[in-house]
């Protein structure tokens, strides 16, 4: 039987899932839920309605094994996951590494109340870089971590400069610093603080008559998402960030510098490079679907992290199947 996949959003993260769903059998698209008008948002998949949000909530949304959030971190998902959790089966991608443990709280409270099962903070990072992270330090107990993103678009960033006040469109880029990269790898273990690692690049869009200095100043000073970085901000036509910035790349790092009781330096280094962010991440999100779906018929309750799932959770595969090919 197959799960059958919700999706609250359809921005490019939702647009990214309803893909992912296609290159997995036994996944079903039931339903793409908007907080817009559902008559303006034209989707792929043949046959699946489009509804508006409030369908979730008044009973007339299809069944749904696991809805899949794809709003953005600055202020739709602290509101939207627990709510949903409430209601259903929930997955989402929230990003603000400093208001995880906040966040898993009060979609944990929901989804106990409710019985249902919900993981937050899946993707790549947070997700597969935290696993990586969490491998290193049980692998070299002695050493440390060191994590790089970029150069890429990130999705939480940008949408935070999007709901700036004045901002029409916007993309943030963050950018590694390569003298900081090339001395982790070659084992010195250098202390570096936030800024020494990344710098970070916006380009935004205006809207008529906004204050440019106003904007300016709320992106470098920007809690938990600029004001730790050397940001610079251009400020640009819609026409040249449709042209010379439309395309979503990411990836980045995760090192973990060590060393064994004898005292050898080891170095575990762990890396991605995406075409496209959204689609990547909407691939992580869909295979942990699954997952999901598994544990909570299983009866496991409330909220998850990815370092509380099983990888063999994650596919399609028996045991015997994942044994005989894959360990």
């Not at 059998?25 to 948002?41: A, I, W």
Request: charged share 20%; proline share 5%; with cysteine.
């Amino acid at each position: 039987m197959s799960t059958r996949i919700g999706i609250m959003g359809y921005g490019n993260l939702g647009k990214g899932v309803e893909l992912a769903i296609r290159q997995n059998d036994d996944m079903e698209l039931v339903g793409v839920f908007t907080r817009r008008d559902p008559s303006t948002v034209t989707i792929c998949t043949e046959g699946v309605p489009v509804m508006n949000a409030a369908a979730l909530e008044d009973g007339s949304a299809p069944a749904i094994d696991v809805l899949i959030l794809c709003g953005g971190s600055a202020t739709d998902l602290p509101e939207m996951t627990p709510k949903y959790a409430a209601l259903y089966n929930v997955i989402d991608s929230f990003d603000t590494h400093a208001k995880i443990p906040d966040h898993f709280a009060a979609v944990d409270a929901a989804a106990k109340a409710a019985g249902t099962t919900a993981l937050i903070s899946a993707g790549w990072d947070p997700g597969l870089f935290s696993l990586n992270r969490l491998f290193g330090n049980c692998f070299l107990p002695e050493g440390s971590d060191y994590t790089f993103w970029g150069k890429g678009i990130s999705q939480g960033h940008s949408d935070a400069i999007r709901r700036i006040e004045g901002v029409a469109d916007a993309k943030q880029y963050t950018i590694p610093i390569d003298s900081a990269l090339e001395a982790v790898r070659s084992g010195e273990n250098p202390e570096l603080t936030t800024r020494e690692k990344h710098t970070r690049e916006c380009f935004v869009v205006l809207e008529e008559g906004a204050d440019a200095a106003k904007v300016a100043e709320e992106i470098v000073t920007m809690p938990n998402y600029f004001d730790a970085y050397d940001t610079t901000v251009h400020f640009i036509s819609q026409e040249e960030l449709d042209a010379e910035h439309s395309a979503m790349p990411h990836g980045g790092f995760v090192l973990r510098s060590g060393k064994t009781a004898g005292d050898k330096t080891c170095i575990i280094e762990y890396s991605l490079k995406l075409d496209s962010n959204p689609e990547f991440t909407a691939s992580v999100l869909v295979a942990y679907a699954r997952a999901i779906a598994r544990l909570n018929a299983e009866g496991s309750i409330g909220a998850k992290s990815v370092f509380d799932i099983a990888p063999a959770y994650l596919s399609p595969f028996d045991g015997d199947y994942l044994r005989a090919h894959m360990l």
